[in-house]
Nanobody
Framework: QVQLVESGGGLVQAGGSLRLSCAGS????????MGWFRQAPGKEREFVAW????????YYTDSVKGRFTISRDNAKNTMYLQMNSLKPEDTAVYYC???????????????????WGQGTQVTVSS
């Protein structure tokens, strides 16, 4: 059974930082691209960041470029999202998900992903 578990969310002031983690089990995650999405109240789930299966290629939505960094440790079956210079508009539930097998081309649609975590809340106060 494939499971993804996010952690690291919380309440932070604008300008602060958080590091999210996504721990996977039940699959050889090193073979799969992975991504982070977020969903704010009343809005659709939106793409945040993507990392290739080998961790050598990354891609970000424009609003987080230069502030967020996606990475992965395949030996630990864990993916991370380092979030710096946080803004109130970053407030959302953040989800990790698994993408294509051995994929090296960015995946930005929810339809590109099959397994999802339960989400972790990130709240940025002004």
């Amino acid at each position: 059974q494939v499971q993804l578990v996010e952690s690291g969310g919380g309440l932070v002031q604008a300008g602060g930082s958080l590091r999210l983690s996504c721990a996977g089990s039940g699959r050889t995650f090193s073979n799969y691209a992975m991504g982070w999405f977020r969903q704010a109240p009343g809005k659709e789930r939106e793409f945040v960041a993507w990392i290739s299966w080998a961790g050598t290629i990354t891609y970000y939505t424009d609003s987080v470029k230069g502030r967020f960094t996606i990475s992965r440790d395949n030996a630990k079956n864990t993916m991370y999202l380092q979030m710096n210079s946080l803004k109130p508009e970053d407030t959302a539930v953040y989800y990790c998900a698994t993408g294509g097998r051995f994929t090296s081309y960015r995946e930005t649609s929810v339809r590109d992903y099959d397994y999802w975590g339960q989400g972790t809340q990130v709240t940025v106060s002004s």
